[in-house]
């Protein structure tokens, strides 16, 4: 969840509902909970504009930024080495059928 808030965080700054309607499924409370650790955590800013009602936008700090740089490159990784992952389970899956025993 972590990482998936910061890379749709990295887009631009969003309201909470915006974030949320981008992560199909996810409750209030868990976002709620997931913006207040990452704010705590020094990756996103919250600010909070003076008007009625109030507006608050959540936006990557730059320790968020190099964050989402990682994160990327790993689901990047990921992508590309689907198919390998697969086959590792499979043959793992293969010899435990075999053997019996992990």
């Given amino acids: ?3 998936l808030g910061i ?3 990295n887009e631009r700054p969003l309201r909470f509902n915006e974030l949320r309607r981008r992560l199909d499924g996810i409750t209030q409370k868990v976002l709620t909970r997931t913006l207040r650790a990452l704010e ?3 990756l996103v800013r919250r600010t909070v504009y003076p008007t009625v009602p109030p507006r608050v936008e959540y936006t990557l700090t730059e320790l968020g930024v190099s964050a989402g740089r990682l994160a990327n490159a790993i689901a990047e990784w990921s992508v590309v080495h689907v198919p390998d992952i697969i086959k590792a389970r499979e ?5 435990i059928t075999a053997t019996g025993t992990l």
């Fill in 40 to 42: 705590r955590d020094g």
């Fill in 1 to 3: 969840m972590l990482v």
């Fill in 91 to 95: 043959d793992f899956d293969d010899r």
């Fill in 7 to 9: 890379l749709k965080l």
